[in-house]
């Protein structure tokens, strides 16, 4: 059974941020709160500890998390690499990874992936979210025992991160019920529209969140 003490969260946020101009997304404002500010929301007290995976402004991020981590090896290569260094940092049988630039992911995160992960014979090793038309590969819970299998991965040049998932014995998490709640912001135009639509659902989360 996964419980809250044998889970870390992790928020990557290790990206270089190109179609941003190469600002630090995690840190960028969002419904009055940086982007991972909203995402560290969702593993509130759901985890025995919560990590940001981040290359840059690691100062910036502690406020967030407990502990920040690099991505093991540098040179941006790519979000399976801040996988890795997830399931190495992680002190916890499962890690929990969620994207720093998905602001409004549902409240109860944590518990829909815990429950989809499970099947009648027991869980599987990975499991992916699913919004009724498309994997959310960055939005996965996974057994850190993996991390092997994933460095040899990595040395023989993956990046892409279903690719690796599909080597395992994996689900999807049907989140159909609310696709909207994984929009992602990647360009100036798309934070600004999403800041009108998805902002107060942000926000709302966020003040119902804050004791
Ligand atoms: N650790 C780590 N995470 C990454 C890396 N590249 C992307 N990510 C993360 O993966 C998720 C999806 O990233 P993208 O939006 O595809 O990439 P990005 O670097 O944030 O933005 P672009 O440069 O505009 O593509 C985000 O949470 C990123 O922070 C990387 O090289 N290392």
Redesign the pocket.
């Known amino acids: 059974m996964i419980t809250p003490q044998t889970l870390t969260g992790m928020i ?9 101009g190469g600002r630090d ?2 840190l960028e404002p969002f419904a009055g709160l940086p982007l991972v500010a909203h995402v560290a929301q969702r593993f509130d007290s759901h985890v025995s500890e919560l990590l940001i ?1 981040a ?1 840059r402004n690691t100062d910036a991020y502690a406020l967030f998390a407990s502990r920040v981590i690099e ?1 093991v090896e540098g040179g ?4 399976l ?2 996988i890795y ?1 997830g399931l190495r940092a992680a002190k916890t049988p499962w890690l929990l990874v969620a ?3 998905s602001p409004a992911l549902p409240n109860d995160l944590v518990a829909r992936m815990v429950a989809g992960i499970t099947s009648e014979s027991g869980e599987h090793d990975i499991a992916v979210a699913f919004d009724g038309e498309r994997l959310h590969p ?1 939005v996965a819970l996974l057994r850190t025992s993996l991390a092997d299998d994933l460095a040899n991965a990595l040395a023989e040049g993956e990046r892409k991160i279903d690719r690796w998932y599909a080597r395992h014995s994996w689900c999807k998490v049907d989140m159909s019920d609310c696709p909207e709640t994984f929009a ?1 912001l ?1 360009t100036e135009e798309e934070k600004a529209r999403l800041e009108l639509t998805l902002g107060s659902v942000a926000n709302n989360a966020a003040s119902r969140e804050t004791p």
């Open positions: 990557l946020a290790g990206g270089e941020g190109r179609r941003m997304k995690g995976n290359n991505d941006f290569k790519g979000p690499m801040g260094s994207p720093c630039d960055v992602n990647n």
